[in-house]
């Protein structure tokens, strides 16, 4: 099951989690490497991420 977490002021997918100088870092499924900021954790209704969204999607026969 895919992650989803707001950051860079969007919803994004987790790829895996890291940590920079203490720092918790995040790389997203469509390459960023972004950590979440206090704005993140209190935007209300953020646009998802459509390279994240098409990335993790299930194949369609």
Do not use: F, K
């Not at 950051?7 to 997203?28: D, F, K, N």
């Not at 900021?37 to 209704?45: I, K």
Request: proline fraction near 7%.
């Amino acid at each position: 099951m895919t992650r989803w977490v707001t950051v860079a002021q969007q919803r994004h997918a987790i790829r895996r989690t890291e940590a920079a100088r203490g720092i918790p870092v995040i790389i997203t499924m469509c390459g960023y490497r972004v950590w979440q900021t206090t704005y993140d954790t209190r935007m209300a209704g953020p646009t998802v991420c459509l390279s994240c969204a098409h990335l993790t999607e299930p194949p369609t026969r």
